[in-house]
């Protein structure tokens, strides 16, 4: 059974009021407003967040099972749903640990309860540097990454400083955005980390985010593969030098079936797998070129229908600020020729040509959000709901936490 989370952060109502209700009881009504424990996610105020919790345990199931005979683990990444709740069920999953896009994301999963993190970005400037040393020194499974020289000798600098010695991995760049270039100015890092005194090297990281995306399997592991030989190149060269290769990790939900052929990859960083979007449903997977079924579309926010005044149009209350302007469109579910439009901040707009039913002001729209990690950004908190009740309420602890 999962657990039901306390919601904190309450505003302090007045003692006595002309309702009748004592301070404490006007508390205790809204927070059971607030949370919704019990009630059908069709009653809920909108937008709302939901989470299947039966489909969000089938995809924790299924990665667990097409894994299990790799000898790859899973270290998913808490940036899609920054939730410690979620990441202790992908723990209790068998996950090795969790990772963090910042360092705003590690203190609060570690405030949250949980300890085995990997940051995978590298923290620069002073303060962030600071702040990770106070995570390390407070928790011995803490991990951040590195890809500058100068920075690692920073990272050394502050640790002495702190009293620890701070665990790091190499962040070797699968393409520009982020990492040392793979071979020689890696394996050079790799061994200067390693020569420091108050680092440890850990071993390597390293993301193709540009492949998650590809669509079609064969097209998206052909590249995926090719994109990757570097990286593997790399680890090689760590590993011919004697230095730590413990940890080879990268990959996510589009590749989690193909970095499995990488000799010597340790874990995977998937993150959408438990939730799923309109993003990852177009890819095509292994067995269906054209739908990415290998997971269910687990994570939906419901709006509410404003207005129906105009022919072939429907307005609801979900726009920018709920869904996000990414793409493709959010998928509302039930309904085949609705296209969905959240450009304006506070409103959806749809279009259709037929409809299963005559919609009307008040009614209640599902919709599959167009890119789960941004889109869970917008909520203070999820609910979980199983057979479309609402069990459970779980802060989004992590949520704006950017820097």
Not at 62 to 76: D, E, F, H, Y
Not at 93 to 110: D, P, Y
Not at 257 to 283: C, H, K
Not at 387 to 401: L, Y
């Amino acid at each position: 059974m999962i657990g039901i989370s306390g919601m904190s952060g309450m505003a302090a109502m007045a003692p006595k009021k002309a309702t009748g209700y004592t301070g404490a009881e006007m508390r205790a009504k809204t927070v059971d407003t607030v949370m919704g424990v019990g009630v059908s996610k069709w009653e809920l105020d909108t937008p709302a967040l939901c989470v299947d919790l039966d489909k969000l345990d089938q995809n924790l199931k299924t990665m667990k099972a097409k894994l299990a005979s790799t000898g790859v683990a899973t270290r998913p990444h808490a940036k899609t749903h920054k939730c410690p709740a979620i990441a202790k069920l992908q723990l209790a999953s068998g996950a090795i640990g969790i990772c963090t896009a910042k360092v705003s994301e590690a203190e609060a999963l570690f405030v949250g309860g949980i300890d085995k993190i990997l940051m995978t970005t590298s923290n620069v400037t002073a303060n962030k540097i600071r702040r990770a040393m106070k995570i390390r020194k407070a928790n011995k499974n803490f991990i951040q990454a590195v890809d500058y020289a100068p920075n690692a000798r920073d990272l050394n600098d502050a640790a002495k400083e702190a009293g620890i010695v701070a665990d790091v991995v190499i962040d070797v760049a699968v393409g520009t955005r982020s990492g040392v270039p793979a071979g020689e100015q890696a394996l050079a890092l790799a061994q200067l980390v390693d020569k420091l005194p108050n680092l440890k090297l850990r071993g390597m990281i390293s993301y193709d985010g540009g492949a998650q995306h590809i669509k079609g399997f064969k097209t998206r592991a052909e590249r995926s593969l090719k994109n990757y030989e570097p990286s593997v190149q790399t680890f090689e060269m760590m590993k011919k030098s004697g230095l730590n290769t413990e940890i080879f990790s990268g990959g996510g939900t589009g590749t989690y079936n193909i970095m499995t052929r990488v000799p010597g990859f340790t874990d995977l960083q998937v993150g959408s797998y438990i939730f799923m979007d309109a993003q990852y449903l177009e890819i095509g997977g292994e067995s269906n070129e054209e739908l990415y079924t290998d997971f269910v579309p687990s994570l939906t926010v419901m709006t509410t229908v404003l207005n129906t005044y105009f022919p072939g149009r429907l307005t609801t209350d979900a726009g920018a600020k709920a869904l996000t302007l990414n793409k493709p469109d959010a998928i509302v579910i039930g309904e085949k020729g609705f296209s969905y439009n959240a450009g304006s901040d506070e409103f959806g707009s749809i279009r259709y040509e037929m409809a299963t039913k005559t919609y009307t002001v008040g009614d209640t729209l599902e919709l599959i959000v167009p890119h789960c990690d941004p889109a869970v950004n917008e909520y203070d908190q999820i609910y979980g709901t199983r057979k479309d009740k609402v069990e459970v309420v779980w802060p989004i602890a992590a949520r704006g936490h950017s820097q």
